[in-house]
């Protein structure tokens, strides 16, 4: 049999697993910065924890897990009757299958919070690296298992919290040289909206299709709202809202002319405020931007909407690598009421399919192995063994070649896994307790005393 993976799932080498852990540790690095404490929650959630919590398009994209042992079940019947209608709608009962694959971090951080209230100090300030999964059709950017890097505050409604949360975005794009947008909206002023243009029952059919905009364009989004239900007088209406240009603060001044209800009028003072404190803090390398068009697709944010995309006009990836948002209901579905929570989560595959199209990735971060010690024979090896376990008590990575091999081979190891140096210890250097040290990127070779060794890698 041929070996394959699932499409839209990857193998990981050891080179791209040291790039990863280049974008995990300074995501990593940025959270614990921000007072940021690290958890961890299983793969699979149950079934019913995470259904209804992303919207209809969401649900459809959960991997669900067929129950175990199903046949040994004495209700072939039932079963039987299950799965039909599962080929049907598309929905699953737990007859079939109880757990699923996590979509997300966030709904199963709101779980934790809930079963873990006793033991906490809020607001608590959250941060976890896991793969997700979802059932999408992979495409370049988009695949079936990948990262997120999230980062939450959970019981506080104070908009410092999103300032906090932006500025790590500028932070953790700073120190990996990508010029980055924020894209900033509110919840509420889309529900303003949608009570402006008296559709408020269709509040989450406006939103899913109005998100859609840069990718299927104006005509197509219009179509989807009259297909949905909106009457073309509403359509007309929303029309103008939606195309509003000009700089931060014309936006908002426009909106707040045109939606005088007192949730529209709510969202933009919010969006007003974060701006207004974040815009003179960020970094030249990051921009900000009001998008009244940013809707997300997700059901359980209320308040602002964050998601971010590279500046790179040149660059062929434009989907999101960061997004975001305030949830202020979502630990209420488990029986915690009033649990307000903002959080962002950082998209690390896409940010390596970037990092790699921009030749981002800074040339020590390949090297994992710094010394590479020739094998000469019996004589030689416990000096360099010696030699190596004092590299390691100064945390640099040495490795001995395990085999009295050809110098070719030996050396051809050093130069494909780039290792920058090797030490040559022979007869002689033994002799003299020195070291020879060849520099592999310019072949140039120099004779240090072994008390030398480490300080003269420390520095190179």
């Known amino acids: 049999m041929k070996p394959s993976i699932p499409r839209g799932t990857r193998d990981f080498g050891p080179q791209e697993m040291t790039r990863r852990n280049y974008i995990f540790d300074t995501i990593r690095d940025v959270f614990k910065l921000h007072g940021y404490l690290q958890i961890e929650t299983p793969a699979m959630e149950n079934l019913s924890t995470l259904t209804g919590k992303y919207g209809e398009e969401g649900d459809q994209l959960l991997f669900k897990i067929l129950n175990s042992r199903l046949h040994e079940s004495k209700e072939k019947e039932n079963l039987q009757k299950a799965f039909d209608k599962t080929l049907q ?24 919070v809930v079963m873990h209230q006793n033991d906490m100090t809020f607001p608590f300030k959250r941060y976890q690296i896991q793969n997700v999964w979802r059932a999408d059709k992979p495409q370049k950017g988009r695949y079936r298992e990948f990262y997120q890097c999230d980062a939450d505050v959970i019981g506080s409604t104070s908009l410092l919290n999103e300032i906090d949360l932006l500025l790590i975005i500028d932070e953790v794009f700073g120190k990996l040289g990508l010029g980055v947008t924020i894209k900033l909206n ?38 989807e709202l009259f297909a949905k239900g909106l009457s073309n007088e509403a359509i007309e209406k929303l029309k103008p809202i939606i195309f509003i240009q000009g700089n931060n603060e014309s936006k908002l001044e426009s909106l707040q002319k045109i939606i005088a209800n007192d949730i529209g009028q709510k969202g933009i003072e ?116 010696t030699l190596i376990k004092q590299l390691h008590s100064a945390n640099i990575s040495a490795v001995m070649f395990p085999e009295q091999a050809k110098m070719k081979k030996q050396m051809g190891y050093a130069d494909a896994n780039k290792i920058p140096f090797v030490a040559l210890i022979g007869s002689q250097e033994l002799q003299d307790q020195t070291i020879t040290i060849k520099q592999m990127s310019t072949g140039n070779q120099q004779c240090i005393a072994k008390s030398e060794l480490v300080n003269f890698i420390l520095k190179s």
């Open 89 to 112: 709608s598309a929905t699953n009962t737990d007859v079939l299958t109880e757990r699923a694959l996590r979509y997300d971090l966030t709904v199963p951080f709101a779980r934790y």
């Open 270 to 385: 919010e969006l007003k405020y974060i701006v207004e404190k974040v815009g003179p803090m960020l970094s030249s390398n990051c921009k900000i931007e009001t998008d009244i068009t940013l809707a997300r697709g997700l059901n359980y944010y209320t308040g602002a909407i964050i998601e971010v995309k590279v500046n790179d006009s040149r660059s062929e990836f434009t989907s999101s690598i960061c997004g975001g948002g305030r949830y202020d209901d979502l630990t209420g579905i488990f029986g915690l009421a009033n649990m307000s929570g903002v959080g962002i989560s950082f998209g690390a595959d896409r940010i390596y399919d970037v990092l790699m199209e921009a030749n981002l990735f800074p040339n020590d971060v390949e090297f994992n192995t710094q010394v590479l010690f020739v094998n000469f024979g019996e004589a030689e090896q416990q000096y360099c063994l």
């Open 186 to 223: 509110n919840r509420k002023v889309l529900a303003g909206i949608a009570e402006l243009i008296d559709a408020q029952d269709k509040i989450i059919d406006i939103t899913v299709a109005i998100d859609k905009l840069d990718k299927i364009g104006e005509q197509k989004v219009l179509e």
